[in-house]
């Protein structure tokens, strides 16, 4: 267990949905990351969140948005969703200092099948 | 942009045998490069990483190697067992910050 969690942990839906994914950091990580997972595109950072603001922005579609909220839960929203939208989106937590022993830590991931 | 390529896709190897994969990085800014396995439907997990003030690193039957001039790194899994088959992706980062991702090696040991 990384103490990283993510809710759902699976999401099916219909295409020009709008849907939301939750992640909680471990506690006292400041850094959120979201990255998704296709089979296609493997594993892509999306977005990134610093102590509710917003960071690093990766190959993040306009569609989706993401916040980070004063308890540093942080929420994944997606829109008009597509097929292609359809993956496996991990959020990873981080303590900020970069030294020997420090890691992301990832959640266990939300599978969202959009049909 | 920030690039990270992964060599090779597929790996078949007997149980036993020595594993390696190559990745190959384009931001020379990268200093943090660690190696994940990820098991099917489950998060990447952390196996080994290598900071660029060093240029190996040895976890037990797991190492690393890191040529910074050439912007390579790579992974070395001694006496292969089965239960080290899985995807393994290798990242690059700036000071542990967002990862950017190899497209991952489908490594299988067969016993």
């Known amino acids: 267990d990384s103490g990283v969690t993510q809710t759902p942990k699976h999401l099916i839906t219909a295409t020009g949905q709008r849907v939301t994914l939750r992640c909680s950091p471990r506690s006292g990580d400041l850094s959120v990351y979201w990255y998704q997972q296709s089979l296609d595109q493997g594993l892509q950072f999306l977005i990134q969140?610093?102590?509710?603001?917003?960071?690093a922005k990766g190959n993040i579609l306009e569609r989706f948005s993401a916040q980070q909220f004063p308890d540093l839960h942080s929420e994944l929203n997606l829109s008009s969703l597509e097929l292609g939208d359809s993956a496996l989106y991990f959020c990873?937590?981080?303590?900020?200092?970069?030294?020997?022993?420090?890691?992301?830590?990832f959640g266990p991931g939300t599978r969202l099948t959009v049909l | 942009g920030e690039n990270v390529e992964q060599h090779p896709s597929t790996l078949s190897v007997q149980e036993g045998d020595s594993a390696v994969i190559k990745c190959t990085y384009s931001?020379?800014?990268?200093?943090?490069f660690p190696w994940y396995k990820q098991e099917l439907g489950k998060r990447p997990q952390l196996i080994i990483d290598i900071r660029s003030n060093v240029g190996e690193k040895k976890d037990q039957r797991i190492a690393v190697t890191l040529n910074k001039t050439a912007k390579h790194f790579s992974l070395h899994i001694t006496e292969t067992q089965p239960e080290d088959s899985a995807v393994y992706f290798c990242a690059a980062s700036i000071n542990t910050d967002k990862l950017i991702f190899g497209t991952g090696t489908r490594l299988q040991v067969f016993p």
């Open positions: 990873a937590s981080y303590g900020g200092r970069d030294a020997e022993g420090n890691e992301q830590f």
């Open positions: 931001d020379s800014a990268s200093n943090y």
């Open positions: 969140y610093y102590n509710g603001e917003e960071r």
